[in-house]
């Protein structure tokens, strides 16, 4: 299947290799081009609504300049209430009517206040507005403020906005005396706004009042509604009767905003003297225009790399096949076991002919380290039947059953950190008359088989020499004198300690060479240490005579020996079992028999550890006074 084949693998690391590069980089490009459109269409907008809102403000200038040249040909300024217009009302609205055609006016009409303070419609090009009452708002406070105005009005939603231009009449006493006022029409504000466009982007040009109302737009998509103008931190929302526009980044006067799933950027500025704002707004697509046509090149250069990279990796592919199969049978035909195949170099191989070689010389490296391989298997399988016979011979020297005597229960263990240990214990009743115990623990150095033969040398002496004698200072002195022969030239050497206990006086007398103490857990709970200060057996001759140390056994006693391996326990944080967490469990035995004792000791010791191995041999010896 070609998903799995050469040609797919090839085909996809040339992708990621060649294609995706360039394919990041012309998107990057088109990233650009994007951007620097969009940059440049903004300034387009702004440029447009800049030089639009100067010749809309001359609009509205010419228009209110105008309105006061009517004023002034009417003589309404200084007009006398005897020759208030209404007075023939007909005949005026004619007039009216004929000067705002001529004007280019929707509308003219003035107002004047009557006795009540309220502006009312005292001649009109359209007689149906005469007498009526215009309501007080700020666009006729603004141009009482300012003399000339325009704004514009928004009714009803149903209502055709207005837009207002006014200028006010004074008597001679510069008093307001009336308000000379014209609607001009929106579609001849937009015909002066598009009549002179000539734009790379279609814009739609809109006019907005100071209560944020659209009043009228030359865009056939948007309808007249409200603006909201939002702070850049705020949520975006849709309203179907409101338009929200956010600020665009740091560009002045510049927003964005959607209408009908479309975004829209749009530039406002106000129109002086008026309170009209001009947005000029366009939609995004009509901004951007140079990513659409790159992106269609964008996609044909993609196009045109997929094809030419596969076109490439089959030939490539074709080209190094031979080689390639001479190797997968070469590989096969090994992992079947016919090890006498060879690869042989193909002048179309290239760098397959160097891994064919290196198969080949990993071939035989494989067929010499399989010997080697069953070799050393040979000889592990040696050596562990030699371990296994010196295990055997280990467990049987030591004590198969513990000597019984009157009142002392005896327990012993002994657990090698390998398969065989440099540990050994020994218990035995010297004379069936006296009724005297033996007891000997031993800890050679190291670990293994060296360390074993040792120990058993070392018992063999220490049992020859106890036969002999009642002191074990002597013992233990002729002993070290007697192995320091074997060991002088090897560096080895063991601790040891050794003690003869009486079981009808209950006396334990007891010498100690370098072994930690014995443990001594008095009936009351109290702990005592036994050792002596001598050196390891092995390491220098004793030639001053040493002192054995005897001590009383009461009822309920127990004696405690161990090696290192239970003190020096380390478990995961590197944390040693130590004497004290020893001479604390042995504290907390009371009434237990030895073998419980044992049991609970292991059990604290593997607990201790959890997880971590054991680092060395392990040997306990427990004796209790009954």
């Known amino acids: 299947m070609f998903y799995r084949s050469l040609a797919a693998r090839m085909f996809i690391v040339s992708f990621l290799v060649l294609c995706l590069p360039l394919i990041l980089f012309f998107a990057i490009l088109l990233r650009i081009d994007y951007h620097e459109d969009l940059v440049h269409g903004i300034e387009q907008l702004q440029e447009i609504a800049y030089g639009r809102t100067p010749m809309l403000h001359h609009h509205f200038t ?78 006729w406070q603004k141009v009482l403020e300012y003399k000339n105005f325009s704004f514009g009005e928004q009714k009803g939603k149903t209502d055709t906005p207005i837009i207002y231009t006014a200028t006010t009449l004074r008597d001679k006493s510069n008093q307001v005396v009336g308000i000379f006022v014209a609607t001009l029409p929106i579609t001849t504000i937009f015909d002066h706004l598009l009549q002179t466009q000539q734009l790379g982007h279609k814009v739609s040009f809109s006019l907005i009042n100071d209560q944020n109302i659209l009043l009228a737009t030359s865009s056939s998509k948007i309808t007249p509604n409200i603006i909201q103008i939002v702070t850049p931190t705020a949520s975006k929302t849709t309203n179907a009767q409101v338009f929200y526009l956010y600020p665009f980044r740091n560009y002045l006067n510049t927003y964005e905003w959607q209408y009908q799933a479309e975004d829209h950027f749009a530039v406002i500025l106000p129109l002086e003297q ?9 939609d995004k697509t009509e901004l951007i225009l140079t990513p659409r046509h790159s992106l269609y090149i964008f996609a044909a250069i993609c196009l045109f790399i997929v094809i030419f990279g596969v076109m490439v990796t089959l030939w490539v592919t074709k080209r190094l096949s031979e080689p390639l199969n001479q190797l997968n049978r070469v590989i096969s035909d090994v992992s079947q076991g016919q090890y006498s195949t060879r690869f042989y170099s193909d002048k179309r191989g290239y760098e397959i002919n160097d891994v064919g070689i290196g198969l080949n010389h990993m071939i035989e490296a494989l067929l010499k380290q399989v010997e080697t391989t069953n070799t050393e298997k040979l000889q592990k399988e040696t050596l562990a039947n030699q371990l296994n016979i010196g295990r055997s011979i280990q467990l049987s020297i030591l004590p198969q059953e513990m000597p019984q005597l009157p009142q002392v229960d005896l327990a012993a263990i002994a657990l090698p950190a390998q398969d065989v240990g440099g540990d050994f214990y020994d218990l035995f009743i010297k004379d069936d008359i006296n009724k005297t115990l033996v007891l000997s623990i031993a800890d050679a150095a190291g670990k293994g088989i060296s360390a074993c ?38 560096s080895m050497f063991v601790t040891a300690f050794s003690a003869f206990y009486d079981s ?123």
């Open 274 to 282: 008026t309170d009209l704002f001009l947005m000029v707004s366009s």
């Open 504 to 626: 009808q006086s209950g006396l334990l007398s007891f010498f100690s060479c370098g072994h930690p103490p014995g443990l001594l857990r008095r009936s009351n709970g109290d702990i005592v240490q036994l050792g002596t200060s001598a050196m390891a057996l092995g390491v220098m001759d004793f030639k001053t005579p040493k002192e054995q140390i005897t001590i009383h056994l009461e009822k309920g006693d127990v004696l405690l020996l161990y090696t290192d391996g239970i003190t020096e326990s380390l478990n995961a944080k590197n944390e040693l079992f130590g004497e004290e967490r020893l001479s604390q469990f042995l504290k907390e035995q009371s009434n237990v028999d030895s073998k419980t004792i044992i049991n609970n000791l292991i059990k604290a010791v593997k607990d201790f550890i959890k997880e971590a191995p054991q680092h060395d041999d392990i040997t306990l010896v427990v004796m209790r006074r009954l």
């Open 453 to 490: 033969l040792y120990s058993l040398c070392l018992r063999s002496m220490l049992r020859s020499y106890a036969m002999e004698s009642d002191d074990v200072a002597a013992i233990m002195q002729k002993t070290n004198n007697l192995f320091i022969r074997d060991t002088e030239q090897t």
């Open 62 to 139: 010419n228009a209110q300049k105008q309105l006061a040249s009517i004023a002034i040909a009417l003589n309404l300024n200084h007009m006398a209430p005897s020759k208030d217009p209404q007075n023939n009302s007909q005949e005026t609205s004619e007039l009216y009517s004929s000067i705002a055609n001529e004007a280019g006016f929707k509308n003219i009409f003035l107002m004047k206040p009557n006795e009540q303070n309220q502006w009312k419609i005292v001649a009109s090009s359209d007689s149906s507005l005469i007498n009526k009452n215009m309501t007080w708002n700020k666009g």
